[in-house]
């Protein structure tokens, strides 16, 4: 991201950056994701002070050992006994700890409603279907695939092999599918749960 940044730039001298709507993760790059889509400051590129200083900031917090800083939780020595499920936990109140400070989707909602940040798409596996879990603000409608978009060949071709267009080409499943109201939800528990923990 800070590369992006730094070095490609648009004719109005803002970074392209400022033009990202969307950002997808996986993995731990869900935390640097979300960290960006939460932190980053609320003007445009050309406030160029505020930039450099952010991005020093957020390197700095993403070369953090995670792990040594949980070392001295009281629950570290638990947590090697414990279900994935509350190891994902334990994980998530670390990460609020040292980056997220207990902020939700909603927070994350309102920044992106006022244009400060993309939106935050962490991606995660149901291990039970293996199935796309997106933790995200958008709702499954939002994948729907216009065919007209689609070269007729293709169309011709998914129709025969009897898969949709909609978001279930891509095997998504999103938090309103389950009826789950991802508002409410922390990031760090997004962030620890496509992190694979």
């Not at 994701?33 to 930039?51: F, I, M, Q």
């Not at 279930?168 to 922390?186: K, Y």
Request: hydrophobic fraction near 40%.
């Amino acid at each position: 991201m800070r590369e992006l940044y730094r070095q490609v730039k648009l004719p109005d001298s803002r970074s392209i950056t400022d033009e990202i709507d969307y950002v997808s993760s996986v993995s731990g790059g869900s935390l640097s994701s979300a960290y960006w889509c939460l932190n980053k400051p609320e003007v445009d590129t050309t406030e160029t002070d505020r930039y450099d200083a952010f991005f020093d900031a957020y390197l700095a917090d993403m070369r953090v050992n995670i792990e040594k800083k949980m070392a001295g939780s009281p629950l570290a020595w638990y947590r090697y006994g414990l279900a994935p499920e509350d190891r994902a936990v334990v994980l998530a109140g670390a990460l609020d700890t040292l980056y997220f400070g207990n902020r939700t989707f909603a927070d994350l909602a309102d920044r992106q409603h006022r244009g400060v940040s993309p939106v935050l798409i962490a991606n995660g596996t149901d291990m039970e279907t293996g199935a796309k879990f997106l933790f995200t603000t958008l709702r499954s409608a939002d994948f729907e695939v216009d065919p007209a978009r689609i070269a007729p060949r293709a169309v011709e071709r998914l129709e025969a092999s009897g898969i949709g267009l909609g978001a279930d080409v891509f095997g998504v499943v999103t938090p309103d599918d389950i009826g789950v109201s991802v508002e409410d939800m922390g990031v760090s528990l997004a962030v620890a749960a496509s992190s694979s923990v």
